[in-house]
């Protein structure tokens, strides 16, 4: 059974820290991201920053003083410090690790959901300006590890940080690929457009219909998909179209682009593409996607697409071949986005476990 002692025996809280010059570094709320990684350093004017400012070093730990516990906290390991000292936001707490502890140790200690949620229970003030005591790190126990063990468990932690960081990096450059992709081989705007393509109204390649109303109590039980402006909103024994098709919103929500492999019953509020004249039909739901709809609203209370709006607009269309190919790249790089965001996903329950695991002494470093 491991000793227990105060969180405060670990750091310094809101330490006495002296910073001079005319401009220093200053990190805000916004210099740091959700999951505890701090983006930016500044250097601000010292004469346009406000009084009571927390004062930090390097390796010191900033903690949000304002719903610290939520699922994606504020606070951030300073590193990479190039001055003596710099100045945070009045909504951090400076946690300043005591000799022979190791600061990664504090860091992970303020991302666990354990240390947030005994934050949140200790907050003092009004709605809407609840803080964490400074009391609170005092009363807050955990277990002893040495310094050794710290280490040890920072090592740990710190590469499923690692791992989380490329599983970002990844994803992110996936859907920068995807969304050039989009852009360069399938924009519908004749001026950027290879001179093999077609060019001419939309009316001219497909054909948009309103949909058919049908109320809920009209429906029966079925597996038949009834889409309306904002996707598919119920199921009924009926279809009316045969499918594959593609629908999009024309009353309520505008802009968004459903595709269905099979039957489908479009409602009202919806229109769908009665004729492909040819054209890929997966390609035809990427092109109205593009299109960005919505930018045809009539303007009512309601916001309202008329077809008769949109027929008119002049596109630019490959032939069904390179529709084909446009559809497969544009589907493999969406199948590798969901991937990634799988994996991501997965690091991160490993993270939040193993977090909670080792610094409480559940699992043995």
């Given at each position: 059974?491991?000793d227990?002692?105060?969180?405060?025996?670990?750091?310094?809280?809101?330490?006495?820290?002296?910073?001079?010059?005319?401009?220093?570094?200053?990190?805000?709320?916004?210099?740091v991201?959700?999951?505890?990684?701090l983006?930016?350093?500044?250097?601000?004017?010292?004469?346009?920053?406000?009084?009571?400012?927390?004062?930090?070093?390097?390796d010191?730990?900033?903690?949000?003083?304002?719903?610290?516990?939520?699922?994606?906290g504020?606070g951030?390991h300073?590193?990479?410090?190039k001055?003596?000292?710099?100045?945070?936001?009045?909504?951090?707490?400076?946690?300043?690790?005591?000799?022979?502890?190791?600061?990664?140790?504090?860091?992970?200690?303020?991302?666990?959901?354990?240390?947030?949620?005994?934050a949140e229970?200790?907050?003092?003030?009004?709605?809407?300006?609840?803080?964490?005591?400074?009391?609170?790190?005092?009363?807050?126990?955990?277990?002893?590890?040495?310094?050794?063990?710290?280490?040890?468990?920072?090592?740990?932690?710190?590469?499923?940080?690692?791992r989380?960081?490329?599983?970002?990096?990844?994803?992110?450059?996936v859907?920068?690929?995807?969304?050039?992709?989009?852009s360069?081989?399938?924009d519908?705007?004749?001026?950027?457009?290879?001179?093999s393509?077609?060019?001419?109204?939309?009316?001219?390649?497909?054909?948009?219909q309103?949909?058919?109303?049908?109320t809920?109590?009209?429906?029966r039980?079925?597996?038949?998909?009834?889409?309306?402006s904002?996707?598919?909103?119920?199921?009924?024994?009926?279809?009316?179209?045969?499918g594959?098709?593609?629908?999009?919103?024309?009353?309520?929500?505008?802009?968004?682009?459903?595709?269905?492999?099979?039957?489908?019953?479009?409602?009202?509020?919806?229109?769908?593409?009665?004729?492909?004249?040819?054209?890929?039909?997966k390609?035809?739901?990427?092109?109205?996607?593009?299109?960005?709809?919505?930018?045809?609203?009539?303007?009512?209370?309601?916001?309202?697409?008329?077809?008769?709006?949109?027929?008119?607009v002049?596109?630019?269309?490959?032939?069904?071949?390179?529709?084909?190919?446009?559809?497969?790249?544009v589907?493999?790089?969406?199948?590798?986005?969901?991937?990634?965001?799988?994996?991501?996903?997965?690091?991160?329950?490993?993270?939040?476990g193993?977090?909670e695991?080792?610094?409480?002494?559940?699992?043995?470093?």
């Amino acid at each position: 059974m491991r000793d227990v002692i105060e969180f405060s025996t670990l750091v310094e809280i809101n330490p006495h820290t002296v910073v001079t010059g005319r401009s220093v570094p200053f990190i805000g709320m916004e210099d740091v991201s959700e999951d505890g990684r701090l983006l930016n350093i500044r250097r601000r004017s010292v004469s346009d920053l406000s009084s009571g400012l927390s004062a930090f070093r390097n390796d010191d730990i900033l903690f949000a003083k304002i719903t610290p516990c939520m699922e994606n906290g504020k606070g951030a390991h300073v590193v990479g410090l190039k001055s003596d000292a710099g100045l945070g936001s009045t909504e951090f707490h400076v946690l300043r690790p005591r000799r022979d502890v190791v600061p990664r140790y504090v860091f992970h200690w303020t991302q666990s959901k354990r240390f947030r949620q005994a934050a949140e229970a200790m907050m003092t003030g009004s709605a809407g300006q609840r803080r964490v005591p400074v009391e609170f790190f005092h009363r807050y126990t955990i277990p002893q590890f040495d310094s050794a063990e710290q280490r040890r468990i920072v090592e740990i932690l710190d590469a499923i940080d690692t791992r989380l960081a490329r599983a970002r990096e990844v994803l992110l450059k996936v859907e920068r690929t995807l969304e050039g992709l989009m852009s360069s081989l399938a924009d519908p705007r004749p001026e950027y457009a290879p001179k093999s393509w077609r060019v001419g109204p939309l009316g001219s390649f497909i054909q948009l219909q309103r949909g058919f109303d049908i109320t809920v109590a009209e429906q029966r039980e079925g597996d038949v998909p009834v889409v309306s402006s904002s996707g598919i909103t119920s199921y009924h024994d009926t279809s009316i179209v045969a499918g594959p098709g593609v629908v999009t919103g024309r009353k309520g929500k505008l802009g968004r682009v459903f595709y269905l492999d099979g039957p489908f019953w479009p409602h009202d509020t919806s229109l769908w593409v009665k004729r492909f004249g040819g054209n890929e039909p997966k390609f035809v739901a990427l092109l109205l996607s593009m299109l960005r709809l919505e930018r045809w609203d009539a303007a009512t209370s309601v916001p309202t697409l008329n077809r008769n709006s949109v027929h008119p607009v002049m596109v630019a269309i490959p032939d069904p071949v390179e529709q084909r190919r446009i559809v497969n790249a544009v589907e493999s790089m969406e199948r590798r986005i969901r991937s990634e965001r799988m994996e991501l996903s997965r690091v991160e329950a490993l993270r939040t476990g193993l977090i909670e695991d080792l610094l409480t002494g559940r699992v043995p470093v």
